[in-house]
């Protein structure tokens, strides 16, 4: 597996996975959006050359790392893939400043939730109709040493 910068042509794959991953994934004209405003918070895990995961990271208010979106192909999940992204995402938003990494998880995805606290993620609050369809997210934060 390779974990690299996204590029354009990577884009309609990534709208692919995250249509068979989210409830309400992004649109891809939002996806392009996100890509040229900060490609280098958009990574690709590949396998033979086959995209099978990405993660959309940025850094806001000066100093939080924020992974907006991470999803792996489910014919990839459980193999390492997602780990391999979020290594990679902490260490890039790391070197771009971030002393600390947020994100938000669906209440009702208990395995997301046991993935982000194997990673050292904490969760911080409840986010009430956090997602288009009323469901709560939890927020969670991992925090560099």
């Known amino acids: 597996m390779h974990v690299r910068d996204a590029k354009p042509q990577d884009l309609r794959p990534v709208y692919e996975i995250a249509q068979d991953s989210f409830k309400d994934p992004y649109p891809l004209r939002l996806i392009r959006h996100i890509h040229s405003t900060n490609p280098e918070g958009f990574l690709i895990a590949e396998i033979g050359g086959s995209i099978v995961g990405y993660l959309i990271g940025v850094v806001r208010w000066g100093n ?82």
Do not use: C
């Open 64 to 145: 939080v790392g924020h992974i907006l979106a991470i999803a792996v192909d489910k014919s990839h999940r459980r193999k390492g893939v997602g780990t391999a992204l979020m290594i990679n995402a902490l260490e890039r938003l790391r070197k771009h400043g971030a002393s600390q990494i947020k994100l938000e998880v669906r209440a009702s995805n208990e395995g997301a939730q046991k993935f982000y606290e194997r990673l050292g993620f904490e969760s911080q609050e409840v986010v009430p109709s956090y997602y288009s369809d009323g469901e709560a997210a939890i927020s969670v934060k991992y925090k560099f040493d």
